[in-house]
């Protein structure tokens, strides 16, 4: 059982604060994140900048932290302003991957540094960048509608998306949930476009599930082959047979299922000796055609029609809290589109391929659909986004904002 720790933040006095760009505009805002070094699972200080800027504004702040056995204390923010329906939350997360050879970076991984156009530093495009551009077009729909929506706007803010994903937004719906309030929809801002601005929105995500075929064998001389019995071979085989048959052919909203061995192991350093054992790690990303329950009984039948009476072989699945979602067109993606073509020109296809988010989580609560800056730098050195598009993606969010509340 998760421990809950939870301190309402005291709220400040309405104010003007001065960030990096002496204003709350999206690049100041992101600049000032950036600047965090918030390595998954640490905070180091960016949600305390979002408690600076959205007290100041007038919302109601939570601070909450959750923990299991065995894993790191994750804080995470909860932002409301507004008591009523319709109540439109954006999310997302404000730690970020290790930047890796810092050595290797053109300007500081975490320094925030403006270039060329270009905003640098770790969490630019994933996703800090997006953050910084929600609350900086909800600032301004706010400060013109006379500081409260026609309803509810919140933050959902994790510290947990790059790591685990167990003390992070999964907890914090469930809070939200045991408080009694409900979203009606979400924008989470992951950086869902591939090219350029405008050109994707995700609506669904597939499904992810891990696990490891084991194969046993007889350990032996390799000169006496007759008195062990080689795993090898017999993995390479069930490899080939796992993988032969597509799991599926697509869905109407997904493409199809698809098996990826990762690895092959036997522990073996000798040349000389026959392994008791080989191993071979995959993963499988499912569709709608699927559950975990489903594709795990379809592996298991298709390994004991494979392996016979002779390979003794078995699989062993890793949990996964990663389920197959989408949110089907309709007014709420429709609204969306308007927004972004008439900012960009683009009309987004509406995508389901990539891999997970946090949007898995928040399906179960409300129709969510993600829609950021462009990630091609994402995780990378010299991770970076076009000022340009800090802007544009600002002026996106105030369109479906007006919409929304419209």
């Known amino acids: 059982m998760a421990s809950w720790n939870l301190f309402r933040a005291t709220l400040a006095p309405r104010r003007g604060l001065m960030l990096s760009g002496g204003m709350n ?17 640490a905070d180091a200080g960016a949600l305390g900048v979002l408690e600076n800027i959205l007290s100041a504004a007038g919302f109601e702040l939570h601070r909450v932290t ?10 995470n923010l909860y932002a409301r302003i507004g008591t009523s329906a319709p109540h439109l939350t954006f999310a997302g997360h404000t730690d970020v991957v290790p930047p890796g050879d810092e050595a290797a970076w053109t300007h500081g991984a975490f320094s925030g540094d403006v270039k060329d156009g270009f905003l640098y530093g770790r969490g630019a495009v994933d996703m800090k960048g997006g953050i910084a ?8 729909y706010l400060a013109d509608n006379g500081g409260k929506p026609n309803g509810s706007i919140s933050f959902l803010i994790t510290g947990d998306e790059e790591a685990i994903s167990i003390n992070g937004t ?27 601005l405008g050109d994707c929105i995700k609506v669904g995500r597939r499904g992810s599930q891990s696990g490891t075929l084991y194969v046993d064998g007889i ?23 796992l993988g032969d048959e597509p799991l599926d052919h697509g869905s109407a909203q997904f493409q199809a299922s698809n098996l990826e061995f990762i690895s092959v192991d036997v522990g073996n350093t000798a040349s000389n000796v026959i392994p008791a054992q080989a ?12 559950s975990h329950e489903s594709l795990r009984t379809l592996m298991e039948t298709r390994l004991t029609k494979a392996a016979g009476n002779r390979i003794k072989a078995r699989i062993v ?31 987004p296809e509406l995508s389901t391929s990539g891999g997970t988010s946090d949007a898995r989580f928040i399906a179960g609560y409300c129709p969510v659909i993600e829609f950021g800056l462009v990630g091609q730098t994402m995780h990378a050195i010299d991770e970076r ?22």
């Open 385 to 406: 986004t076009p000022v340009s598009d800090l802007e544009k993606l600002t002026r996106i969010y105030r369109r479906v904002l007006d919409r929304y509340f419209g």
């Open 317 to 347: 699945w890793e949990p996964s809290n990663s389920n197959v979602f989408v949110t089907k067109p309709g007014a709420f993606t429709d609204l969306a589109v308007a927004a972004i073509e008439e900012v960009t020109g683009r009309r």
């Open 66 to 75: 959750f923990s299991e056995p065995d894993t790191a204390a994750v804080d």
């Open 170 to 196: 999964v907890k914090l719906l469930q809070w939200v949930a045991a408080r009694g309030e409900k979203f009606d929809h979400c924008v989470l801002g992951e950086p869902s476009n591939l090219e350029e």
């Open 133 to 140: 551009c929600s609350v900086a077009a909800v600032l301004g």
């Open 279 to 290: 191993r071979a790690k995959f993963n499988i990303r499912f569709n709608d055609l699927h």
């Open 219 to 241: 350990q032996g001389h390799v000169a006496y082959p007759h008195r062990a019995a080689n795993p090898v071979p017999d993995i390479s085989r069930l490899i080939v047979a």
């Open 25 to 41: 505009d999206a690049l100041s805002i992101a600049r000032d994140l950036l600047r965090c070094r918030s390595v998954t699972p």
